[in-house]
């Protein structure tokens, strides 16, 4: 079955745009898009589409607003921040209302499809760049003690594992990995299953956080 997408910017013309390039691709399908956040926010809970792709500066209810509400309706739809804006303020408003992928507007059609798929199979997708805010954020709040992971869990994490964790924390990709770790991407979701349920977390970026937490890895 095909991805449902609804668009939400203000700006027709990249609406327009975006619609079209998403039409070439078979697994992908725009249902809707809309103008503001409001609007935004009528047609998810009308059409319940798998992800919005979701402008920040909008009229009526910004990008922030319709996120929130948008995850508060319960229909599982993932939202991903698609904006021009990438200052820490505007980016931590977009994670923290609930969005699970943060893209700049000038990003590759390849790693926006990329992105797309990921959430829509329930994984955080987020820039380098951005990734590098979220972790240092963190560290600014939470400055931990090193800490033997041996002594935290009941089943460490292998070499592998932390190398794999590693790269997550740049913000690489399942793809990006196997390429780097001359490994196939089964490979890759098998290991990330594996440390997510060791450091009982739900997503790459609780278990980049907690492995850090835990002095497992360093950023």
Do not use: C, W
């Amino acid at each position: 079955m095909s991805i449902k997408i609804l668009i939400a910017d203000d700006q027709s013309l990249f609406r327009e745009a975006l619609k079209t390039l998403l039409s070439a691709y078979p697994d992908l399908e725009v249902v809707g898009d809309a103008s503001n956040g409001e609007e935004a926010l009528r047609l998810s809970f009308n059409l319940s589409p798998d992800i919005v792709l979701m402008d920040l500066r909008m009229p009526v209810m910004d990008g922030v607003e319709a996120t929130r509400k948008i995850v508060q309706l319960g229909k599982k739809i993932k939202v991903i921040v698609l904006t021009t804006f990438d200052d820490d303020e505007t980016v931590f408003e977009g994670l923290r209302a609930g969005a699970v992928g943060y893209l700049l507007k000038d990003v590759s059609s390849d790693k926006l499809t990329e992105a797309i798929r990921a959430a829509n199979k329930g994984e955080y997708f987020l820039l380098p760049s951005i990734t590098a805010k979220v972790i240092s954020e963190f560290s600014r709040i939470s400055k931990p003690t090193p800490r033997n992971q041996d002594i935290f869990l009941a089943d460490p994490l292998s070499p592998r594992e932390i190398e794999i964790l590693r790269l997550v924390a740049t913000g690489a990709s399942n793809r990006e990995i196997a390429e780097r770790l001359v490994i196939s991407e089964g490979t890759v979701k098998n290991h990330l299953s594996s440390i997510l349920s060791k450091l009982s977390v739900r997503d790459r970026m609780q278990a980049v956080l907690k492995a850090k937490e835990l002095g497992i890895i360093t950023i």
